[in-house]
């Protein structure tokens, strides 16, 4: 075959071959935008409540919970009645008009930790897990979030105005906030006695003032729906010997 003949040869083939190349890059193009609209997604409906409740049936008692009705009766995460939602932090704290953001979610307290959602992950497959889930301390929650040198509770989106110059939720701030109660709740009245947060502020039953556990505090109105110490470990027991029934 002569020169000029191979050369119109290649000529021809030329076009299917553009042709094939072009398909390969409008496939790959195509699977990365589906790519990226998936991750898109998941992130979006990672922030969602719904996906810890889907990823972990453990967590849908908790979704539940936090998805109840504001300043309204409901039931803590044991099934037990409260007078009060508000009186559960994770309630009170969903929608606000007094942080940073308008809707707190699940993940804006409970940030993701890599290491410790694979442990949970490998006891949750294996069933290796307690019912009820024990609850965290807040020094657990922070260090679950990595939080070890700032608050929980105050934060850049959250109690802002509680934090001192160090960082940390200054305790004279912190009773200045309450100071205009008949009794103030958070009044350092026993200087060696050290309590987090979370000793009496609870995600997701009834909040509880510790001090009746030594104090009656008969003539102290509780807040709506909070409980004495006294009826919180009642609560408490009650819920355990439901959910373990």
């Avoid at 193009?29 to 810890?52: Q, Y």
């Avoid at 979030?145 to 934090?163: M, P, T």
């Avoid at 004495?228 to 819920?239: N, R, S």
Wanted: some cysteine.
């Amino acid at each position: 075959m002569s020169e000029d003949k191979q050369n119109i040869g290649r000529d021809f083939d030329m076009p299917e071959k553009k042709r094939k190349g072009s398909k390969k890059i409008a496939i790959v193009a195509v699977i990365v935008v589906v790519l990226v609209a998936v991750g898109a997604g998941m992130m979006v409906w990672h922030e969602s409540p719904t996906f810890c409740s889907t990823m972990c049936h453990v967590e849908g008692t908790y979704v539940d919970n936090y998805m109840q009705e504001q300043n309204a009766p409901g039931t803590d995460k044991y099934g037990n009645q409260v007078e009060n939602t508000n009186a559960m932090m994770a309630v009170l704290h969903r929608e606000t008009a007094a942080t940073a953001k308008s809707e707190i979610l699940c993940v804006d307290c409970h940030i993701p930790n890599f290491v410790e959602l694979a442990h949970d992950g490998m006891n949750y497959v294996t069933g290796n897990y307690p019912l009820p889930r024990n609850e965290r301390s807040l020094s657990a929650l922070m260090s679950w979030d990595n939080k070890a040198g700032e608050s929980f509770c105050a934060n850049e989106n959250c109690h802002v105005y509680l934090l001192g110059d160090d960082g940390q939720i200054s305790m004279t701030k912190l009773a200045e906030s309450t100071s205009t109660r008949a009794f103030n709740y958070h009044e350092q009245h026993h200087a060696a006695l050290s309590l987090e947060c979370n000793d009496c502020h609870k995600g997701h039953r009834a909040s509880t003032v510790v001090c009746t556990a030594c104090h009656e505090h008969e003539n102290i109105d509780l807040p709506e729906g909070w409980l004495t110490y006294d009826e919180a470990q009642k609560a408490l027991a009650d819920g355990y010997a439901g959910v373990n029934a």
